[in-house]
């Protein structure tokens, strides 16, 4: 493969193995919208950037496959979620756990210590803290992509991993592509998509 033919293919397995809920579908819409909103307020408001990013896009898109994505095993795949797990190129849901952890201890952490060590300007008020927050959620988000890539060169090769670090970047751009007409399938009563497209495929 190279490396286009790489990405539809991370970016296919994402689909079919982990978006099965038409809930799910939905809110990675609604969070697609959100990270399009941060990638432009990143070179507006950081902290607006960072809340965007983290506390919308985020909670609406792991909400989703945490709480209404199927974990059982998948008929349509013919695969065990353990199976899944194991396969997934980028934060399986373990990952995204210990992900979503440091996330939620970085405000915790940056109260025990102002100045981060040494790396940031100690707070005297609450917008100095939540923009030292906005700056720490800005890095802890490029840390965790820069981070998994990197680990992709050594446990696959360069390529995957570049292909990963691009098919996360456009994901929001594909995901309204793809999920746009969600919100009217679960509107009208569909909770899980019938997903024909790969039964077909079978």
């Not at 919308?56 to 899944?84: C, V, W």
């Not at 446990?155 to 970047?169: H, P």
Request: glycine fraction near 4%; charge should be negative; include cysteine.
């Amino acid at each position: 493969m190279n490396f286009f033919e790489e990405l539809e293919e991370q970016r296919w397995d994402d689909h079919r193995y982990y978006h099965h809920s038409r809930i799910n579908q939905s809110l990675h819409f609604l969070s697609a919208i959100c990270f399009l909103c941060s990638y432009v307020l990143l070179f507006i408001n950081p902290i607006a950037a960072a809340f965007f990013g983290w506390i919308l896009a985020m909670t609406l898109r792991q909400s989703g496959h945490f709480f209404f994505e199927p974990l059982d095993y998948d008929e349509i795949n013919q695969a065990t979620h353990e199976h899944k797990e194991n396969i997934k190129v980028g934060y399986n849901l373990r990952r995204k756990v210990v992900l979503i952890s440091i996330w939620f201890a970085t405000p915790f952490i940056l109260f025990l210590f102002p100045d981060l060590f040494g790396t940031l300007n100690p707070h005297s008020d609450t917008y100095d803290f939540v923009y030292n927050l906005s700056i720490l959620w800005i890095v802890l988000g490029a840390a965790a992509l820069i981070f998994r890539t990197v680990h992709l060169f050594f446990i696959k090769d360069v390529r995957s991993g570049l292909v990963w670090f691009t098919k996360i970047l456009t994901d929001p751009f594909h995901d309204i592509k793809i999920y746009h007409k969600s919100p009217w399938y679960l509107f009208k009563g569909e909770l899980m998509d019938p997903m024909q497209h790969i039964k077909t495929t079978h």
